[in-house]
């Protein structure tokens, strides 16, 4: 091959090629790079290419033109960005990394002598925050996170603002720079907090490189995606989660903002954060659906900076006010609301402090004349809340998790929404697949609301549900008009509102089955019990292997059986083999189960204080006692952890675990593999990792496995699949109420004929599966039996 355009043909070696691009690489970010920063704004490819051909760089081939795009990118730290169709700085692993480092000098500093006033406001930033005691090293290291990430937050809107206001380019001295950032903090709607407290005690130089990162969420395409994204990454998750604290992601926050405004309207955003719901889709585009203004109200002045720092940069105009949402009222705001959007807090009713939530829940109650569970959790509270805000015709766009769909606490939500909305959609991912929340442990819900007045007629609710998650403007159509044809990428149910039941589970009106409305069907606990099992309050003292009961004599009237644990049984049934094999291995399989109290055996008090159980050592005697006796005491005095067991040592006696009788059918509660509901063929009790399921007395043990089969059966898997609940990492899990209310046959009402050949066909079932055989075809079989029944 001839030369082209003057290019050097001549042999290069590895070493001497990479040494060739790395100077190319830099003759190009020569090109690119502005006068006022070291590293570019947002550029467009052929600026890219311009700024190469400019650099004396040949044109190549497209396939080698994307690796040496690729390579100038990766030195630049740049991705391409879709929307924009520019190439955009990244804030990644470089900008945490660089304020992790500076956040760690200060560490020591707050582990030592701090002035009482400081401290007492560090104490209150933390019970603000969820995050426990300052004491604790994480803390120590989140709270020096938070105040190097807003140093670079002000020094941002710093270099955003100054243009408009003709201040000062920032000194490059750490020190100066940082003077200059104080004095202009009233200008940027930023009000102080404990951080500034925590920034003094940085030496400026520490902070020298993380000013020097600005330019990374200055010049960023999604500023509140950056942003948000910094926050994750800084914070770990279970502190995050502790407050219900969970980024939006940037194609919900678009669908939501779409759907909830159509431009120049007031938005409030209660639970602001970095402002991924309610800040424009493009920092330099305008589109019709825009804000005009938007209030943002968040609790935590770092939430307040990010969502000020990310609305700015966008162009949009906003205010702030740092307060509970549930504390504000209408009058207290400057605009009257067109539209809510909203991704209020998912804390547990557990998590909230018990005087704040009997507040929240009388509150509550008194605002919409329901009577409300103590147990809802406090999205429920801000749905109850935000309704005051809105007048007739106004829109909100809220995203919840969907348990509530079917929990007792959602049935008086349920009339709420019902009572004072249009319901116009509610639209949900498959709850088979993962969160789009990193580590949120539930299925995300976007309820579309319009406000309505009492009078107003209501019309069609859509049950949207997603499994291959398609663009943004096909769920807006979806959420608006339904959109046409059935989808290729999940399914749309439409009830007239009217009809709604909020006595019912709504999550099964996603994907309603033939089966699970016929008449020959039942809830389970119309036939049977359900319970969990028992609980221990400390299984390594309670369960005992066969090497601890022959160690301690202990004797067996104060034992039982119990069921191994889930993970070692892989068929539909257990056996008494099955049992002895598990105790032949020195596995758990002895329960120690007390009745009465046992003389010699102190009894306790739990102190609440000190964390620990208290007794009174005259209670231990020399006097020849039981073997369990002597097993009892030495746990109380010498077992790790027994002693620190509040719910073990709130009983009376302490050692007397819960009863429970021997279930005749079992089920996992959670698994990554699907649920099997098991024939349990012991006298073996189980505990909490199962839950207990006791048919009538009038079923009998055929009938039994005739419901057996049916549980095991392809209808059952589809009902299952809607009701289970898909945490983190993938995992599925069942609560007590979902097997109660689970729609199945009565082997009562079915002709005696059938209940023996379902009987057969569940041995045949656990039998195949034992011996690994294949099981499709006696499956197929019992789905034939209910195909002709049902």
């Not at 402002?275 to 203004?293: E, K, V």
């Not at 589970?505 to 020959?520: A, G, I, N, Q």
């Not at 020399?622 to 002597?630: Q, R, Y």
């Not at 199945?744 to 034992?770: C, G, K, N, Q």
Request: charged residues 30%; hydrophobic residues 35%.
């Amino acid at each position: 091959m001839g030369s082209s355009g003057g290019r050097d043909e001549s042999p290069v070696t590895p070493i001497g090629l990479e040494a060739r691009r790395r100077e190319q690489i830099e003759k190009v970010i020569d090109h690119l790079a502005g006068d006022e920063h070291d590293l570019p704004p947002p550029f467009s490819e052929s600026e890219l290419y311009r700024a190469s051909v400019n650099a004396g760089i040949p044109v190549w081939e497209p396939a080698v033109k994307e690796r040496f795009t690729r390579r100038v990118l990766d030195h630049l730290n740049y991705e391409w960005d879709p929307v924009a169709r520019a190439f955009a700085p990244v804030a990644g692993e470089a900008v945490i990394e660089t304020i992790t480092t500076a956040a760690d000098t200060v560490v020591p500093t707050l582990n030592s002598e701090l002035s009482r006033p400081v401290r007492r406001r560090l104490e209150d930033w933390c019970e603000l925050h969820g995050f426990g005691s300052l004491e604790h090293a994480t803390v120590q290291r989140i709270i020096a996170r938070q105040a190097v990430l807003s140093v670079l937050l002000q020094a941002v809107l710093y270099e955003r603002q100054r243009k408009r206001h003709a201040w000062p380019a920032l000194d490059t001295t750490p020190q100066n720079a940082l003077r200059q950032i104080k004095d202009r903090i009233p200008h940027l709607g930023i009000d102080a907090c404990v951080l500034d407290d925590v920034v003094r005690r940085f030496e400026p130089a520490d902070l020298e490189a993380v000013l020097d990162e600005r330019d990374r969420v200055l010049h960023s395409t999604r500023p509140a995606e950056t942003i948000g994204k910094l926050y994750e990454a800084l914070l770990p998750s279970e502190y995050r989660r502790t407050i219900g604290q969970h980024r939006t992601p940037p194609e919900i926050g678009t669908l939501m903002q779409t759907w909830a405004t159509t431009g120049g309207e007031t938005v409030l955003d209660p639970g602001m954060g970095a402002g991924g719901l309610s800040t424009p889709f493009h920092p330099r585009w305008d589109a019709s659906t825009d804000p005009g203004d938007v209030t943002g109200i968040d609790r935590s002045p770092i939430a307040a900076r990010m969502g000020i720092t990310a609305q700015t940069l966008a162009r949009q105009a906003t205010t702030t006010q740092l307060t509970d949402f549930l504390d504000l009222s209408p009058g207290e705001l400057d605009h009257d609301v067109d539209a809510v959007v909203c991704n209020p807090p998912y804390t547990r009713y557990q998590e909230l402090p018990a005087e704040y939530r009997a507040e929240r829940n009388a509150q509550a109650e008194d605002q919409t004349g329901l009577e409300i569970p103590g147990t809802s959790p406090l999205y429920a509270y801000f749905l109850y809340h935000l309704r005051q805000f809105l007048d007739p015709g106004d829109r909100a766009a809220v995203i919840v998790p969907h348990a509530f769909l079917a929990r007792d606490y959602g049935t008086p939500l349920k009339q709420f929404l019902l009572r004072e909305f249009h319901v116009k959609a509610l639209l949900m991912s498959d709850p088979n697949t993962e969160s789009v929340f990193e580590n949120a442990q539930t299925t995300e819900l976007i309820l579309f609301l319009e406000a309505r007045s009492d009078s107003a007629e209501t019309g069609v609710t859509r049950f949207i549900r997603i499994d291959e998650k398609p663009d943004v403007p096909t769920l807006v159509d979806a959420v608006r008009t339904g959109g046409g044809e059935e989808p290729d990428w999940g399914a749309i149910q439409c009830f007239e509102q009217v009809g709604l039941d909020p006595e019912r589970k709504w999550d099964r009106l996603f994907d309603p089955s033939d089966v699970e409305t016929s008449p020959r069907l039942t809830p389970l606990s119309e036939l049977a019990d359900v319970r969990r099992g028992l609980q221990t309050g400390e299984n390594d003292f309670f369960c005992l292997t066969q090497e601890i009961v022959d160690a301690w004599g202990i004797e067996p009237r104060f034992r039982e059986r119990i069921v191994p644990k889930p993970k070692a049984v892989e068929g539909y049934d257990i056996r008494s083999d099955d049992w002895e094999h598990y105790r032949d291995n020195d596995r758990p399989s002895w329960l120690l189960y007390l009745t009465d109290p046992v003389e010699g055996v102190p009894t306790t008090t739990y102190d609440d204080e000190a964390g620990r159980a208290e007794w009174s050592e005259a209670a231990i005697t020399d006097e020849p006692v039981l073997s369990v006796t002597e097993y009892l005491r030495h746990g109380l005095t010498r077992h790790e952890t027994l002693s620190t067991r509040a719910t073990v040592h709130r009983r009376e006696p302490w050692y007397r675990v819960e009863r429970g009788d021997v279930a005749p059918i079992l089920i996992a509660p959670m698994t990554r593999s699907g649920f099997r509901f098991l024939l349990n063929d012991t006298n073996a009790r189980h505990l909490n990792s199962y839950y207990g399921i006791y048919p009538d007395a009038g079923i009998g043990r055929t009938g039994q496995k005739a419901l057996l089969a049916y549980l095991n059966s392809d209808f059952v898997n589809k009902i299952v699949s809607r009701a289970q609940h898909t945490l983190s990492g993938g995992l599925q899990k069942l609560e007590p109420g979902d097997v109660k209310e689970m729609p199945v046959i009565d082997p009562r009402a079915l002709p005696d004929t059938v209940v023996s050949t379902l009987a057969d066909y569940f041995d045949d079932l656990r039998e195949a599966e034992r011996n690994n055989e294949d099981k499709e075809a006696i499956i197929n079989r019992i789905d034939a039996v209910f195909e002709r029944e049902l």
